[in-house]
């Protein structure tokens, strides 16, 4: 016992001799470890944007600090947006398809009676696709007679359009937002061999993105913690109130064909955005700085592509047309079951609701600036191709003048309109040939 306490107090001797910085550097300094000592401690878990200065902002403030740079804080915050009153899908026109193909024919009646008897054919309309407007509406042996506007007959299908909308927002949203278009899961992470989390969301659903990353040969969209969705499953931009080149108004509408995504600005602030459907090929949606040009509340679109005219198509009360770049126009598209996808004939196909609002806030003389940001859309020679022809009537003969008018302010010296079947063939003098139809033969090639 007594040679144990003497060892012990020779080894306290011993410490008490050396320098007092190697005493202090073997107390202090920890062993082997990741992360070099620094002398701080953690910080309480929270976020910390910028150097909290007396403690370290590792594990979960670190955590919660990554989030944040990308905007989700907990809560999460919603996007600073509303959906428009739901009253602005309400139409006073009723719709219907006539179930027809190329080369069959329906028929037109003038009487009820006659429709169901199949006597007294008063005309026929023939196409690939077509539809309707009526305000009367009888059942006979399980099919539907409808009476239109000009009081004929005629066997058509009642059809119901979708009623979705977009987004009404009170400012500018700092993060990324868009819209799930066809049903899916979220990831964990962004791999399709991620499992999948969560409930299913439906095509329509509005989501705020707060990261995008490439994996597995595609994009990938995080709209929340641990959430990710693929790019085929979700469209989505990030607003930008700064107006495009040429733009001279606190006012003007994007149209993002990449994104397919309609958005509106005014004072330097998003007002309203919206899944659209736009130009497939080869009928593209042209990138341009445009202006609308003329507004009609409904508008009769028909037209045909091909010299047989087996695609003729004929589109009664299409409502709220707002023409911005020849016949290309801003319109809704009460036979269109979902948005998102380019489907066109070159127009922009809002849903009706969403058409109506823009038609609201709209005005002739507002810009329309149509791009896409992947590059992947031609920008063609515009010269001499579609033509509007103001006052005029839908029949042969060379026409001259002023009043021909080519956009919004140019002017053709001189065509030749070559009517055959309610389809104007219209030749400028540069060999370009479009189709339109209508009382003011109106070039309605897209739809």
């Known amino acids: 016992m007594k040679k144990n306490i003497l060892i012990l107090t020779l080894f306290l001797v011993f410490l008490a001799a050396l320098p007092a910085e190697v005493a202090v550097a073997q107390v202090n300094t920890p062993p082997d470890s990741i992360e070099p000592y620094s002398g701080k401690p953690l910080c309480a878990p929270a ?32 996007l ?40 007294n054919p008063v005309g026929y309309l023939s196409g690939e696709f077509l539809y309707v407007s009526y305000i009367d509406a009888r059942e006979f042996n399980g099919g539907h007679y409808l009476q239109l506007k000009d009081g004929r007959w005629l066997r058509a299908s009642p059809t119901n359009y979708v009623r979705y909308q977009g ?19 979220a990831r964990s992470q962004p791999t399709y061999m991620a499992p999948e989390v969560g409930e299913v969301l439906p095509p329509e659903k509005s989501v705020q993105v707060y990261d995008i990353v490439e994996a597995d040969g595609t994009q990938w969209y995080m709209i929340g ?160 191709t579609w033509i509007f022809l103001s006052e005029t009537t839908c029949s042969s003969g060379t026409w001259t003048g002023a009043n021909l008018t080519y956009g919004i302010s140019r002017t053709i010296t001189t065509i030749t309109v070559h009517a055959s079947g309610g389809i104007c063939f219209i030749t400028t003098p540069s060999g370009a040939i479009s189709q339109s139809g209508g009382m003011n033969c109106l070039s309605r090639a897209c739809r």
Not at 103 to 116: K, L, R, V
Not at 167 to 185: K, M, R
């Open 47 to 78: 976020i910390y944007l910028s150097d909290p200065v007396d403690c370290l902002p590792l594990g979960p403030s670190q955590h919660l600090t990554d989030l944040a740079r990308k905007g989700i804080t907990l809560p999460l915050k919603p």
């Open 225 to 384: 913690i641990d959430q990710w969705v693929e790019r085929l499953k979700i469209r989505a931009i990030k607003a930008n109130p700064i107006p495009p080149e040429g733009v001279d108004t606190n006012r003007w509408i994007e149209v993002n064909l990449f994104e397919q995504i309609l958005s509106v600005y005014e004072n330097g602030q998003l007002v309203f955005a919206t899944l659209v459907s736009t130009g497939s090929e080869p009928y593209f949606t042209q990138p341009g700085l445009f202006q609308i040009y003329n507004k009609l509340e409904y508008e009769f679109m028909r037209g045909s592509f091909t010299a047989d005219k087996s695609d003729f198509y004929s589109l009664e009360d299409v409502p709220y047309t707002m023409y911005f770049d020849q016949a290309r126009a801003l319109h809704g598209a009460y036979w269109r079951p979902r948005f998102g996808y380019p489907m066109t004939h070159g127009c922009v196909n809002l849903s009706v609701g969403d058409s109506n609002w823009l038609f609201q806030w709209a005005n002739v003389g507002d810009w329309v600036y149509v791009w896409d940001p992947s590059g992947a859309t031609p920008t063609p020679d515009r010269s001499g």
């Open 80 to 119: 600073p947006a509303a959906t428009p009153p739901d009253s602005l899908n309400d139409v006073p026109a009723k719709f219907a398809k006539v179930n027809v193909s190329w080369p069959e024919q329906a028929t037109y009646y003038g009487s009820f009676e006659d429709a169901i008897a199949g006597n």
């Open 167 to 185: 987004l009404v927002f009170n400012h500018t949203p700092a993060n990324a937002f868009g819209w799930i278009v066809d049903s899916t899961y």
